[in-house]
């Protein structure tokens, strides 16, 4: 399959829906950026308040229009609620290469499995459709519970980056990089996270 940046891909299973990240999803997002702006004390590029939310919005999606990331919003059917936000990104299709990251959840979501549906979709499709070899992902090296999550879907370390990041509170930070290869994907992490997906 061949990766067209101006079509809008959907994923979705029976608990999750990921459809392309549009500038009117400010009104679905806007409550997480004002009540809880602790989701981005790790990220480099925060979505805090309105203006935040609308500039971290336009960054996504001007990375799309360059081709260079894909930007989803995050739908929870259990809930019907929208939950956050993810994306590929770094994306050299040349090279069967991506990056996953930029993911976040409101806290009502966190821990609930939702993310493990949403990791299990977008690695389908990286791995699966995209033909890619290798998806890479990277976190904050204090994030632990971001570390833990990625680690819990198979994800293997690689090392750390240090001192790579500024975040946008102006300190730096060391970056952790796990990745899956495509035969890593196929030979057991597929099969390990549908049988967790059995129990979320």
């Known amino acids: 399959m061949s990766f067209d940046f101006k079509t809008d891909y959907t994923l979705e299973d029976e608990r999750v829906l990921l459809r392309p ?3 009117g999803d400010v009104e679905y997002l806007l409550p997480y950026s004002i009540q809880e702006p602790e989701l981005w004390d790790h990220s480099s590029v925060h979505a805090i308040g309105e203006a935040g939310l609308k500039n971290y919005l336009l ?12 930007p989803f919003i995050v739908f929870d059917k259990h809930t019907n609620e929208y939950a956050g936000s993810t ?6 299709l040349n090279a069967g290469c991506l990056q996953l990251g930029y993911t976040w959840y409101g806290k009502e979501f966190q821990g609930t499995g939702l993310n493990k549906h949403c990791k299990y979709l977008l690695l389908q499709f990286a791995f699966e459709q995209l033909r890619m070899e290798r998806v890479e992902f990277r976190a904050d090296n204090t994030n632990l519970r971001s570390i833990a999550a990625m ?3 198979g994800c293997s370390v690689e090392g750390i980056l240090r001192s ?33 997906l ?3």
């Open 21 to 23: 990240l549009a500038i």
């Open 59 to 70: 960054k996504a999606l001007k990375g799309r229009k360059d081709e260079k990331e894909y």
């Open 87 to 92: 994306r590929f990104y770094d994306m050299q």
């Open 151 to 153: 680690k819990s879907i």
């Open 164 to 196: 790579n990041v500024v975040r946008h509170n102006g300190t730096r930070r060391d970056s952790i990089v796990l990745s899956i290869l495509k035969p890593e994907w196929e030979e057991q992490i597929k099969r390990n996270l549908l049988q967790k």
């Open 198 to 200: 059995q129990v979320t």
